[in-house]
């Protein structure tokens, strides 16, 4: 089965696939982007990542390229075209296509929307099992990381660092030591207390959809939560630690920077949160 994309108005062989040379996402990073996972033909947290990449757009004073029912038929019908049933959507929106400056195009320039849909495994047995490990390095990118930008740099050589040292992760550190978040993930543990903990939404984090989500579970299963920064030294003392992003829901961390977490095996609350997750995502429900 070819793979089918979706780019400004039509559905294109994915091999054929292609934008202009002065398309400004390839020229200045000037443009944004969503993940959305698909369980079972459905997506998962829709309005979530939707009105993120709204957000984002405004954000940036950049156009929505089609209203947002549209948008829901063109994904729905490139999900079809590809008969995926499990696996992620992505779509990108950038500031469209014109000569090279640094000012806005003219109004009249369109904004390019580009979306591909995959397969991925959304329940990769082993990791879920054996848990993984992350390596700590420091944050350095810019100061509005709540923006979905497509300006990616600083993970794509963390998450090259990180793999290269055997990890599947890597966990970004601000100036004071304290986690912001993963490369492509949010970062998470557990106190041994009992107590959930993620870095509180701000300018520095990506708000994850999945995030919101998690804490909407926890809140709802009344699991104490708090809404803050952690140190490396407190994750270390942790019970568990653990990742949140759309295409990975939920994923158990053993160990960070070779120290085992809590008895160096996957967590029980962990285990219950991504149950929790993937059931809510097998309900095709969107809040
Ligand atoms: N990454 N933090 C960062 C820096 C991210 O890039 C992501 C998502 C998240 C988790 O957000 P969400 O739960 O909405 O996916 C947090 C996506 C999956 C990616 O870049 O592929």
Redesign the pocket.
């Known amino acids: 089965m070819s793979r089918v994309a979706y780019v400004n108005g039509r559905f294109v062989p994915h091999a054929m696939a292609s934008v202009h040379i002065e398309d400004r996402g390839y020229q200045f990073a000037d443009g944004v982007?969503?993940?959305i996972a698909i369980q079972d033909g459905k997506l998962v947290?829709e309005a979530?990542?939707i009105d993120?990449l709204d957000r984002s757009l405004r954000e940036l004073r950049m156009a929505r390229p089609m209203g947002r029912q549209a948008h829901g038929l063109v994904m729905r019908e490139l999900i079809r075209r590809n008969r995926v049933r499990n696996g992620?959507i992505?779509m990108q929106v950038t500031r469209g296509v014109a000569p090279r400056n640094f000012l806005f195009p003219p109004a009249a320039t369109s904004p390019s929307l580009v979306m591909t849909v995959r397969r991925t495994d959304l329940f990769p047995t082993a990791r879920l099992r054996d848990g993984v490990r992350i390596v700590s390095m420091p944050d350095i990118r810019w100061k509005r990381?709540d923006i979905?930008s497509v300006g990616?740099l600083p993970?794509v050589l963390g998450k090259q660092r990180a793999a290269e040292a055997g990890a599947f992760e890597g966990w970004m550190l601000d100036e004071s030591g304290f986690v912001t978040?993963?490369?492509?993930?949010?970062a998470w543990i557990v106190t041994r207390d009992g107590v959930l903990v993620t870095h509180e939404a701000s300018h520095e984090?990506?708000?994850?959809?999945?995030?919101?989500s998690i804490i909407r579970i926890a809140r709802e299963a009344g699991i104490p939560f708090e809404e803050r920064a952690f140190r490396l030294e407190e994750a270390f003392e942790a019970r568990e630690a653990f990742l949140?992003?759309?295409?990975?829901y939920c994923i158990p961390i053993v160990r960070v920077d070779d120290r085992p977490i809590g008895n160096g095996h996957p967590g029980l609350l962990t285990a219950k949160l991504r149950q929790a997750y993937a059931a809510y995502a097998a309900s095709g429900r969107t809040v």
Do not use: F, M, P, W
């Open positions: 982007y969503e993940v947290d979530g990542h993120r992620v992505y990381r979905k990616l993970q978040e993963g490369c492509s993930s949010n984090i990506l708000n994850g959809i999945t995030r919101q949140t992003s759309a295409s990975t």
